[in-house]
Nanobody
Framework: QVQLVESGGGLVQAGGSLRLSCAVS????????MAWFRQAPGKDRVIVAA????????YYADSMKGRVTISRDNAENTVYLQMVSLKPEDTAVYYC????????????????WGRGTQVTVSS
């Protein structure tokens, strides 16, 4: 059974930074494309960034492009999301997702999910 566990969320002031981590167990991590999504209260879950299995391909949503960097460590079975210059509108629950296919942007297309980590950005 594949399990994804996010960590690193918290409360940060506007302009601050956070680094989210997602540890994956129970599967072949290096075979998965990984992604970060976020869901603000009352809104849909939307993609933030994605990375293919060997880090050669990355995708960033316009909403956070230039302020986030996705990376992965296949030896540690972990994917990261470095976020800088955070804004109050970035407040959301951030989810890690995995699938065998890269290039998926809709949440319903991803097979495996973590439970999320709350990011709150104060003004």
């Amino acid at each position: 059974q594949v399990q994804l566990v996010e960590s690193g969320g918290g409360l940060v002031q506007a302009g601050g930074s956070l680094r989210l981590s997602c540890a994956v167990s129970g599967g072949s991590f290096s075979m998965y494309a990984m992604a970060w999504f976020r869901q603000a209260p009352g809104k849909d879950r939307v993609i933030v960034a994605a990375i293919n299995w060997n880090s050669e391909l990355t995708y960033y949503a316009d909403s956070m492009k230039g302020r986030v960097t996705i990376s992965r460590d296949n030896a540690e079975n972990t994917v990261y999301l470095q976020m800088v210059s955070l804004k109050p509108e970035d407040t959301a629950v951030y989810y890690c997702a995995a699938d065998h296919k890269y290039g998926l942007s809709n949440s319903e297309d991803y097979t495996y999910w973590g439970r999320g980590t709350q990011v709150t950005v104060s003004s």
